[in-house]
């Protein structure tokens, strides 16, 4: 009358974890923004060493100074989107240091595509915006917390190992 299911002790716990833990891993999944680029911070201790929101708008206003400025990232974002790049640049770290904000943005590999940047170039990127974090007096331990969800993203962003090459409709 009743068929006997014979598993072992390994598959039963195996199954047991996958009905506990993928409920768990749907839910955080869809609690971030799909092209946030990484998995937000737990706490808002670094979130809250960056001024929050406000300190973000103002590190981000310094951030495009610098990446004008700088003749390696210029080509990038001397042009009519950089209030659009900023707002997005301040969606996209509010929420990856769980500050309550949803990155409303592409993917980093959409965003990027139509770019070929170089290590030089992205390098100098990050150079600004440590200049732009340091300015703010954004603690080396919160900046080097935020870096570290950031650097993975080089793989998509970085696309070319010959000449930075901006493309030619960023001004459009």
């Given amino acids: 009358m009743y068929s006997k299911i014979n598993i072992s002790f390994t598959t039963f716990l195996a199954l047991v974890t996958l009905t506990l833990v993928s409920p768990a891993m749907?839910?955080?999944?869809?609690?971030?923004?799909?092209?946030?680029?990484?998995?937000?911070?737990?706490?808002?201790?670094?979130f809250?060493?960056?001024?929050?929101k406000e300190g973000l708008v103002k590190i981000m206003d310094d951030f495009m100074i610098g990446l004008v400025q700088d003749p390696r990232t210029k080509p990038f974002f001397d042009n009519n989107k950089?209030?659009?790049?900023?707002?997005?640049?301040?969606?996209?770290?509010?929420?990856?240091?769980?500050?309550?904000?949803?990155?409303?943005?592409?993917?980093?590999?959409s965003s990027h595509a139509n770019m070929k940047v170089n290590?030089?170039?992205?390098?100098?990127?990050?150079e600004q915006f440590q200049f732009a974090m340091d300015k703010h007096n954004v603690p080396f331990s919160a900046q080097?917390?935020?870096?570290?969800?950031?650097?993975?993203?080089?793989?998509?962003?970085?696309t070319t190992k010959g000449a930075a090459v901006p493309p030619n409709n960023l001004s459009n």
């Fill in 144 to 158: 080097n917390k935020l870096l570290a969800k950031l650097a993975p993203m080089y793989r998509v962003i970085e």
């Fill in 82 to 109: 950089q209030a659009f790049i900023k707002a997005m640049l301040v969606e996209q770290m509010c929420e990856l240091m769980n500050g309550g904000c949803k990155y409303p943005g592409r993917d980093m590999k």
């Fill in 119 to 126: 290590r030089e170039a992205f390098n100098a990127l990050v």
């Fill in 48 to 52: 809250e060493a960056f001024g929050g």
């Fill in 26 to 46: 749907a839910e955080m999944e869809a609690t971030h923004s799909p092209n946030l680029g990484n998995t937000p911070m737990e706490g808002t201790e670094t």
